[in-house]
């Protein structure tokens, strides 16, 4: 139940022409607290319920519990987050031994690419394709529930 990822920018859409799957996502937060976040997303017709607890030093290893439920349950939930509801487009890249999921963000996140890795251990290592740009993992800022109360298109850059 410890997910261990790191998080990158993606600098091309390079990574759409190797893509094995889309998939279009919406999701809520119905706590954001950085000590237990609790997300409701649907995704594709599948829903979930997930919690999330707070992460290490490095931001590479928190604490993870997903469930399924019925879409038509998340769609009831999503009504009761917090606001700032994120749609984003998910796309699945075999690279190696590892798949890179890359969310493309619509709406208040439009023009934000994030690309992240699940690792076995937080030493592991793994290719990095042409399209990763800087790694981001750690930095609050990029984390979904964050992106859902301060989105992309009111940073100051």
Not at 56 to 77: H, M, Q
Not at 92 to 110: A, K, R, T
């Amino acid at each position: 139940m410890i997910e261990i990822e790191r998080k990158f920018l993606v600098k091309s859409d390079d990574y759409k022409y190797k893509a094995s799957s889309k998939t279009r996502i919406v999701q809520g937060f119905l706590n954001t607290d950085p000590n237990r976040t609790v997300r409701v997303r649907i995704k594709g017709d599948l829903g979930f319920i997930t919690v999330k607890g707070k992460s290490n030093e490095t931001g590479t290893s928190r604490f993870e519990w997903e469930k399924e439920i019925a879409v038509e349950e998340a769609d009831a939930l999503l009504k009761l987050c917090e606001k700032g509801i994120l749609d984003k487009c998910r796309y699945e890249i075999p690279i190696g031994n590892h798949v890179y999921e890359v969310d493309e963000f619509y709406g208040d996140n439009l023009g934000l690419i994030i690309a992240e890795i699940e690792l076995n251990s937080e030493e592991e290592k793994f290719d990095k394709p042409t399209w990763l740009a800087a790694e981001v993992t750690g930095e609050i800022k990029y984390y979904n529930s964050q992106l859902s109360k301060t989105p992309y298109n009111k940073w100051q850059r």
